[in-house]
């Protein structure tokens, strides 16, 4: 029987070789008593091949699932926001999203904090609110209108800007056709209820102007020289500055100054230049403030907690009760008290304080949040391009909304003298809404501009996207179903 015999004899192997495994594997208390337990058959299959049994997971949950890395949720959460934050979108989403809801907001605390104020005139609740809207209505065409031009188009508007905008500030100063408001010669009257404020126009104008004449002399190589540098951009602003100040708007002309420091910064001034153009503007400051006894007063209610001899701190205190009475999420919308007569210009100046005291702590760092997007996302343009306009407009008109909300936030929040200026955006007054909404609309183009936004926003065109899957489906043969 040799088949029979030959087929035991490797039985016989398979054997010995199992009881050997199930030998070493046997625990060593247990190996004296009684023979092992014979292998199933699947631990024969993998004894006679030679794998290796799988190993068993590190450590499992009470689900039975593999549990993470301590902080693998937390790194990984981080690491998903870094990569949406680094997207080419990002600043174009974040300027168009924030100035949207800014301006939003800011009609709706417009019709809240007017209201009290149009019937005490003798006007009708929503007579603030309705010139408001129109302005924000031709706002937005005008953002849409900026947002859709091309650089060169920006360039080629900026002088006909400055030069306009020059020509209506010396037409202010003109008797029978300047209006004054507040003590502030600074007002044109255009029939009805609309007037203009033509140095609102000027920050535009600088920005535009400035940059421009920047950007050509970098193309020349000639801003390593400081008279190229001063000369004539110095000159101008001063000319600005002058026309503001001769109708006693120290608000608007400390804004110019920002922007002017703003397109020396960017422009790489020396620091010693850039300290002695800083100096000069402080002492001509100082001057005006010391000379003025409105000024004066001004300056002496900074973190003033009562109204003080003659009410002199008046606004400055009421505006410190308005945000103290709202707490955490505020009184409720349209539920203010200082607005009945208590805080003077609720809808313009002062309109954080209505917002704080209706909204609260969450509503004002709302407010907060979406000016800092702002912000961060204009620097983010001037940061990435290669374009020196698009660096130098993008960095100015930054340096203005930032610079400009932080003087009335400040002011509000009694940190810095009461400027006389609007929050951006926000408060009421279509004279600086409307340039600053072409201004952010200028913001978006340059977002738009950057090489790798403008390749994702032409992936998301339906034409193109069609286009291109048509590309990737392979053509098939003419008796293929």
Known sequence: MPAEESSAAPRGDRSRATAAISR????????????????????????????????????????????SPRGGGV???????????????????LILGAGLLITVLGLVMVYSASMIKALELDKPGTYFFRKQFLAAVIGAGLMALAARMPTKLHRAFAYPLLMGTVFLMVLVQVPGIGMSVNGNRNWLYLGGPFQL??????????VLWGADLLARKQDKRLLTQWKHMLVPLVPVAFMLLGLIMLGGDMGTAIILTAILFGLLWLAGAPTRLFAGVLAFAGVIAFVLIKTSPNRMSRLACIGASEPGPGDSCWQAVHGIYALASGGWFGSGLGASVE?????????????????????????????????????YAGIRVAGRTEDPFVRYAAGGVTTWITVQAVINIGAVLGLLP???????????????????MFAVGLLIAFAR?????????????????????????????????
């Open 449 to 481: 501009e950057d090489p790798a936004a403008k390749a994702a926003l032409a992936m998301r065109r339906p034409g193109v996207r069609w286009k291109t899957m048509r590309r990737r489906v392979k053509k098939r043969p003419s008796g293929e179903r």
């Open 75 to 93: 790194r990984r959460m981080y690491e998903q926001a870094r990569r949406a934050w680094d997207r080419p979108l990002t600043a174009y989403y």
């Open 418 to 436: 009461i400027a006389g200026v609007p929050l951006p955006l926000f408060s009421y007054g279509g004279s600086a809404l409307l340039p600053t």
């Open 24 to 67: 070493a594997l046997t625990p060593p208390l247990l190996a004296g008593v009684g023979s092992p337990a014979p292998l199933g058959p699947a631990l024969r299959v993998r004894s006679v091949t030679g794998s290796r049994r799988p190993s068993a997971p590190r450590s499992k949950g009470r689900s039975g699932s593999p549990r």
């Open 197 to 206: 404020q033509p140095s609102e126009f000027g920050k535009l104008a600088l």
């Open 339 to 375: 607005k009945w007569g208590q805080l003077p210009e609720p809808h313009t100046d002062f309109i954080f304080a209505i917002t704080g005291e209706e909204l609260g702590l969450a509503g004002t760092l709302s407010v907060l949040a979406l000016f800092a997007a702002l912000g």
